[in-house]
């Protein structure tokens, strides 16, 4: 009962986000924004996490940066744009979809795509090999398999 308890409570606790009290801005609309972008930005130490998730340093730097930039005036694409010419296309989480991330964004499908198509061939020549040869036995082994069924079983006591 009691770890029933624990998973439940673990189900509905909300993950507990890196932005320290000193972050917060004091407007809710801008802080709302930076909340929002910070979600889209990487961490380059943690590279998995966005800036909002991560504990690191440089994720601390990146969000004082973001507000920066928002208490300046700046829009969203705005401080996007910023970030992307300081530190490079990595610094986002879902790069956009552009000539040079061509590759990264229809790579993946054409790689599924494939491996299915291979799956389908390698199956289809299989098929048609135990085609080919009955159940797959040599013709030794076959005339032996005809011996054993056109004999009578042995009668039980």
């Known amino acids: ?12 606790s909300a993950p507990a986000l890196a932005v320290q009290p000193d972050e917060i801005m004091p407007d809710p609309a801008k802080e709302a924004r930076a909340r929002e972008l910070s979600r889209e930005l990487r961490c380059m130490v ?3 996490q966005s800036i909002d998730d991560s504990e690191a340093p440089l994720a601390r730097d990146l969000r004082l940066l973001v507000r920066e930039r928002i208490a300046a005036g700046d829009s969203n694409a705005e401080v996007i744009d910023f970030l992307v010419a300081r530190y490079g296309e990595f610094v986002l989480l879902k790069p956009r979809f552009e000539s040079h991330t061509l590759l990264l964004w229809l790579l993946p499908p054409v790689v599924l795509l494939g491996g299915a198509l291979a799956l389908w061939a390698h199956s289809r020549r299989r ?3 135990a085609d080919e040869s009955g159940l797959g036995l040599s013709a030794e ?10 004999a009578k079983p042995a009668e039980k006591p």
């Open 141 to 150: 082994e076959e005339a032996r398999l005809q011996q054993l069924v056109a």
């Open 127 to 129: 098929n048609a090999a």
């Open 1 to 12: 009962m009691s770890l029933t308890a624990l998973f439940l409570a673990l189900a509905i």
């Open 46 to 48: 943690c590279q998995n």
